[in-house]
């Protein structure tokens, strides 16, 4: 099946800081990418869809200045964090969609804010 | 609004006792639903679609849009099928992809 890479997939950062969490589709090229946050044991939120070369769409709650996005090509999409507190931390986890009614997910990214 | 429901948090049986993982949703448009699968330290992954009407690792699911359900079913449990268990809706049309998860099942086969 296709390949989702996330990276990193672990990342400490201190409070005030930002964070770039990278999502790739590595064999095929994505219509469309998501962001979500995944709390322990908890569902998937939804936090944003992101396409290519154009502006990403939040889904409500969720501060667009905060959490930025960046869909550079078809195969990237690039989350950041900015100025990170102890609130963000959390798992975020992309998917890239190829358009034939399945989802891939990346392995997830642990961030934890310090 | 579209929701998906999943009335189980966890599920607790032993191995080769039927399981069943119930999922409801709610839609105005024709419905595409998927299971998902998350063994721990793994990433979410695709177990079925209610299109492909398949069965993966022995697991069945069946769409039933008159009591808008898409249960999974399997009727001998392994330990090996321990996992979060999430439910998913299509939304937005196959060109799009946004999918909207149920809160998941913690399934938890004892030996």
């Known amino acids: 099946g296709a390949v989702v890479s996330q990276h990193p997939s672990r990342v400490i950062c201190k409070s005030g800081t930002s964070v770039k969490i990278e999502c790739r589709s590595l064999d095929f090229q994505a219509t469309t990418m998501f962001w979500y946050r995944q709390f322990p044991k908890q569902s998937l939120m939804l936090m944003a869809t992101?396409?290519?070369?154009?502006?990403?769409?939040?889904e409500q709650g969720v501060e667009k200045d905060k959490f930025l996005i960046n869909h550079a090509s078809l195969t990237l999409s690039t989350l950041t964090v900015t100025s990170a507190h102890p609130e963000d931390s959390s798992f975020y986890i992309c998917?890239?969609?190829?358009?034939?009614?399945?989802?891939?997910f990346g392995q997830g990214t642990r961030l934890t804010v310090v | 609004a579209q929701r998906v429901t999943q009335p189980e948090k966890l599920l607790s049986v032993f191995k080769g006792a039927p399981v069943e993982l119930k999922c409801n949703y709610s839609y105005s448009g024709s419905p595409e639903l998927f299971w998902y699968v998350q063994y721990s330290r793994q990433r979410l992954q695709l177990l079925l679609r209610?299109?492909s009407r398949e069965s993966i690792k022995g697991f069945t699911a069946d769409l039933n849009k008159g009591e808008t359900s898409f249960h999974l079913k399997k009727p001998f449990a392994q330990e090996e099928d321990s996992a979060m268990y999430y439910c998913a809706l299509l939304t937005g049309g196959t060109s799009y992809g946004k999918l909207t998860f149920g809160q998941g099942t913690i399934l938890t086969v004892h030996p």
């Open positions: 209610h299109i």
């Open positions: 992101s396409n290519e070369g154009s502006k990403a769409t939040y």
């Open positions: 998917s890239a969609w190829t358009g034939r009614t399945e989802a891939f």
